[in-house]
């Protein structure tokens, strides 16, 4: 508006400089840039007690204090190509960013740990009773997992057809966190799903989240993949430990596989993994060692 005192209006609107702007955002973005390096420590170290304490940080502070997850959304956006202006979204750009580079480098990272859905069923998984749990037999927890593609193109379909973003309500449980946009029947969808995962363990990060199928491909790119040894071929017990139905036989499938550490854990264990058992034998036999590490 022109003011009398500037009739020609001359006078320049406030420019705000990055120390407004970063100063403005810093209540958003430290704690972020705080528990995305705890992310990261536990994922380095292959600690489970940080695991546990970073997937506790991600219900609380991700989860119910900041209600902050990507989400199909966020995948619309790409779409469109139509992004939040950067200026005012450092936190967005900083999550989304760590997201999409921490999948190129070790695949589904964010949901082994940083989304707090994710977090919250493996907290259940650790709290509940083993004996509650119903193994999925091989064959359909294979089957199964194609089903979250298949939401997944189902749900840009709807959305390049309608533009109605609202469709995210119905195949995501976040709004749980925020508590926002709810009603009876999305309670009681939600509810369902939380009574079958006592049962069936990580039951919508497996099967049907349209996010963590957006990252399974994504995951088709890892940089850094796990190590097999060529023992891995016969030996079972990293399939067995896996909860997440990543492995099958040799072969790590990236779609699935969250980084949890689990196989990661015993693939180390002198203790538990045969590998070492066997290269200790030839070492006491005095026989060649063939010390094979295969990437899957
Ligand atoms: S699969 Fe979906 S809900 Fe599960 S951790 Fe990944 S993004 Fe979160
Ligand atoms: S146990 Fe291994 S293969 Fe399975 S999800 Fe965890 S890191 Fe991936």
Redesign the pocket.
Known sequence: MIQPDDPWGFEEEPVETWNDLLSAQAVDILPLIAFLLLAYVSFHRKSVRLKYVTLAASVLYMGFAKSNLLSITDVFRVVDWSFPPFRHNIAWYLFAGFTVVSTVLWGRFYCGRVCAYGAFTQLMDAILPSSWRVDVPKGIEKRAGYIKFGILATVLAYYAVTHNTMVYRYVEPFWMFGRSESSVLLWAMLGTLLAATVFVRNLYCRFLCPLGATLGVISFLTVFK?KRWSECKTCKI?EK????G??EGPR?IQT?????????RVYADEAKCPHWRILDYKKRKGGTIPLTAVRS
Do not use: G, H, L, N
């Not at 430990?241 to 997440?244: G, I, M, N, V």
């Open positions: 796990i990293c430990t896996c909860e997440w990543a492995i790590i699935e596989c969250v980084r949890c550490d689990d196989c990661e």
